[in-house]
């Protein structure tokens, strides 16, 4: 299992000279498993890249949406396999408190795009889950989601295979002040023994409670999820647009002191474009 990361931003798009050791892109991270099967996560700005190197084959997509705010589909119109002639592209979007399946379409109609989405040559299916399926196949691959506790709702990922898990848990509020979708200790068991847990790691304490509801973790509350679900490496992500890559460096540090007063055999990174791994 290969897992690359191609946009690592959360709420907007951050260019300029002080992003770029760690990316400017929103959300997208790409797996690719060992039996060639492509599985996406979230269509930021991030996909964009990605699709440069997926336009060059001809198999299956496989896209899950966590939710259908902007910085999670704003990059799908620019993703160049949905122009590909008869490709076929599978979305299965988040569970979202109004169920908008075709969102991450329908951004591309009206005086939103000059492209109708209903125009596009490649085979698009919306595959959404029914709401008691919590489990499901992709290729080798099995599929576990969990509702993540932001604004709207939407759904948190994991994908296993190969005898490999990863845990995609962004847009993630672990203490909210609204009522929780999911509690800290289901966290722990949905990502129990994982050997990646990307995680939501937006906001420092120094922003609370001024950004408190917003749907987004403190990073070191994110850390000790990770420490507790006795993950092997953890990816902090979603870095806030405002946030430079100094300051990106001088959060992934804190967190390693976190760390380090645990006592955990952890090994922490803070997610950047361009960063594979193989599990």
Known sequence: MQ?????VRGSCPSPG???IKYGGNTACVHINLDDGTDIILDAGTGIKKL??????QTNDIHLLITHNHWDHIQGFPFFAPIYQPNRNILITPGQTTHNEHNAILEQMSGSYFPVDYK???SNIKIVPQDEDIHSWKIGSATITRLAMNHPGGGSSFCVQADGKKVAYITDNELYPPYKKNTDFLDWVSFSQDADLVIHDAQYMLADMPAK?????SVAEEAV????GCRAKRMALYSHDHIRTDDEIAEIESHCQDVIEIG???LQLFAAAEGLSLIL
């Open 17 to 19: 000279p002080e992003f």
């Open 224 to 227: 000790k999820l990770a420490m």
């Open 3 to 7: 897992v690359t990361f191609y946009g």
């Open 119 to 121: 125009t596009l040559r």
């Open 51 to 56: 699709g440069d190197k997926l336009i060059k």
């Open 263 to 265: 006592g955990a055999d």
């Open 212 to 216: 408190a509801g917003w749907g987004h």
